[in-house]
């Protein structure tokens, strides 16, 4: 089973925003969006850009790229939801003040 990992602290990520952290050898996008943290995979599927260095709005990110866009919260790709492309998401919890992210090994 795989472990949490500290990927920051509370107040690290701004209301509204999104960093990128490697974890377990992957690029994690984590959200704090509507006092809730989401996390999915930060690599665009498509051409592989950040999808972390991408615009924010309304529950989604779109790819800084193309604009493709990526539900932040269960990783559905926005612009055509019965494709079956999606961004893996991840389990993340908050202990105390560090924001935790847990990730299956590559």
Known sequence: MSEFHVVAKVGEIPAG??????VESRM?????IDGK???IDDICPH??????D???EGGAVYCPWHAWRFNVCDGTWMDNPRAKIR????EVRVEGDEIQV?????
């Open 102 to 106: 847990r990730v299956p090994p590559a």
């Open 47 to 52: 051409m592989g850009a950040s999808l972390v």
């Open 28 to 32: 994690i996008a984590v959200y704090f």
């Open 87 to 90: 961004q893996d998401v991840f």
């Open 37 to 39: 943290y989401t996390a």
């Open 54 to 56: 991408g615009y924010l």
């Open 17 to 22: 925003q999104g960093r990128a952290f490697c």
